[in-house]
């Protein structure tokens, strides 16, 4: 094994766990390239030659990825949530019996969520999420008084 070669697996190996211990997508691209060169440092002893199609795949990827990235960032998805606050006033259904106390299970929208009621809600009990505390949805009985409002 060439000298330029086992610099090339080194340098790719080093920049994909770079990119592992990151959060974002910083090194991937030049992963890519030190790659390239790496197969290249097997056909040509040249490092110039090496260095520049590192280089050229490098600039590639990247200007082929980020338009990529960039438009799938600015789709809207559904956000994920716990106990999210886009829940207090919507209904729901009580899955699992709430007793004070305790936590039971609700519906909402249809996600399942702890709950906790300062009442007794059986199964099948129609409520409401009146508050949120971290991923538990505090949920109140729907009345026909607060089924209106």
Same mark, same amino acid.
């Given at each position: 094994? $060439?000298?330029?070669?086992?610099?090339?697996?080194?340098?790719?190996?080093?920049?994909?766990?770079?990119?592992? $211990?990151?959060?974002?997508?910083? $090194?991937?691209?030049?992963?890519?390239?030190?790659?390239?060169?790496?197969?290249?440092?097997?056909?040509?002893? $040249?490092?110039?030659?090496?260095?520049?199609?590192?280089?050229?795949?490098?600039?590639?990827?990247?200007?082929?990825?980020?338009?990529?990235?960039?438009?799938?960032?600015?789709?809207?998805?559904?956000?994920?949530?716990?106990?999210?606050p886009l829940t207090i006033g919507k209904?729901?259904?009580?899955?699992?019996?709430?007793?004070?106390?305790?936590?039971?299970?609700?519906?909402?929208?249809?996600?399942?969520?702890?709950?906790?009621?300062?009442?007794?809600?059986?199964?099948?009990?129609?409520?409401?999420?009146?508050?949120?505390?971290?991923?538990?949805?505090?949920?109140?009985?729907?009345?026909?008084?607060?089924?209106?409002?």
């Amino acid at each position: 094994m $060439s000298p330029d070669t086992l610099f090339w697996l080194i340098a790719a190996i080093a920049f994909v766990v770079l990119e592992a $211990s990151t959060t974002a997508l910083v $090194s991937i691209w030049f992963a890519v390239g030190a790659a390239a060169a790496l197969v290249a440092s097997f056909f040509t002893q $040249s490092l110039p030659m090496e260095a520049a199609i590192f280089a050229v795949v490098s600039a590639i990827a990247l200007l082929v990825m980020v338009p990529t990235l960039a438009k799938r960032r600015k789709e809207r998805k559904a956000p994920v949530t716990n106990g999210s606050p886009l829940t207090i006033g919507k209904q729901g259904v009580v899955l699992v019996d709430i007793r004070p106390g305790y936590l039971g299970r609700v519906r909402v929208d249809g996600l399942d969520w702890q709950a906790r009621a300062e009442t007794l809600m059986p199964e099948g009990t129609p409520c409401r999420v009146t508050d949120v505390d971290g991923a538990v949805l505090i949920v109140c009985p729907v009345t026909v008084e607060t089924a209106t409002a």
